[in-house]
């Protein structure tokens, strides 16, 4: 059974930082290329980031780049996804996504991240 489970989101104020995670399992997590996207109240689904198989390879959303990092650690099977300089506008619930090399995808359930004074 596949499962990516999200976990870290929370409060924070403007300026803060939060660290989320993706515990993943029931797949080959090595060989996937993972992302973190996020959903506003009233938009689209938007990627933040993502990252290669290996690590090698890292892509961000313009409006995340220098503030966010994304990361894994393939020994555990998990996800990362650090989160600096947040503003209100980082608002939104953040899903863990897997993109296996079968071409298979699954999602996290997300994790509410708000940015609020």
């Known amino acids: 059974q596949v499962q990516l489970v999200d976990t870290g989101g929370g409060l924070v104020q403007p300026g803060g930082s939060l660290r989320l995670s993706c515990a993943a399992s029931?797949?080959?997590?090595?060989?996937?290329?993972m992302s973190w996207f996020r959903q506003a109240p009233g938009k689209e689904r938007e990627l933040v980031a993502r990252?290669?198989?290996?690590?090698?390879?890292?892509t961000y959303a313009d409006s995340m780049k220098g503030r966010f990092t994304i990361s894994r650690d393939n020994a555990k099977n998990s996800l990362y996804l650090q989160m600096n300089s947040l503003k209100p506008e980082d608002t939104a619930v953040y899903f863990c996504?897997?993109?296996?090399?079968?071409?298979?995808?699954?999602w996290g359930q997300g994790t509410q991240v708000t940015v609020s004074s």
């Open positions: 029931g797949f080959t997590f090595s060989t996937s290329v």
């Open positions: 996504h897997a993109m296996t090399a079968f071409g298979q995808e699954y």
């Open positions: 990252i290669s198989s290996i690590g090698g390879t890292t």
